[in-house]
């Protein structure tokens, strides 16, 4: 069986990999963008520079927070077509003699 996520995960996922896009964009991108728009560099970007592997890191960290809200924990042992064990149901992981009984 197929247990998909929540659908606000899905959404912070499909937020998440945006930002992630447009900080790397930015951080990459980010002085001529402004020279473009006829902007001086905002405080933030400046020290956005100043930190690019932290602003990096911060980036990927969040995709990855975000990731994990899609895992659902569904666990199920199945034994000759009936659910002997559903971590759904108890919310744990069995243990060996938990399989057993």
Request: charged content about 15%; some cysteine; aromatic content about 10%.
């Amino acid at each position: 069986e197929n247990y998909p996520p929540p659908p606000y995960a899905n959404v912070a996922v499909s937020a998440a990999g945006t930002i992630q896009m447009g900080g790397i964009v930015l951080m990459m991108f980010g002085t001529q963008i402004f020279n473009t728009l006829g902007m001086p560099e905002p405080e933030w970007y400046k020290e956005l520079q100043e930190n690019k592997m932290m602003a990096f890191c911060g980036v990927f960290f969040m995709n990855s927070m975000a990731n994990s809200l899609t895992t659902t924990g569904a666990f199920e042992v199945i034994l000759d077509g009936e659910v002997v064990y559903s971590k759904l149901e108890t919310g744990r992981m069995p243990n060996g003699r938990q399989l057993i009984e």
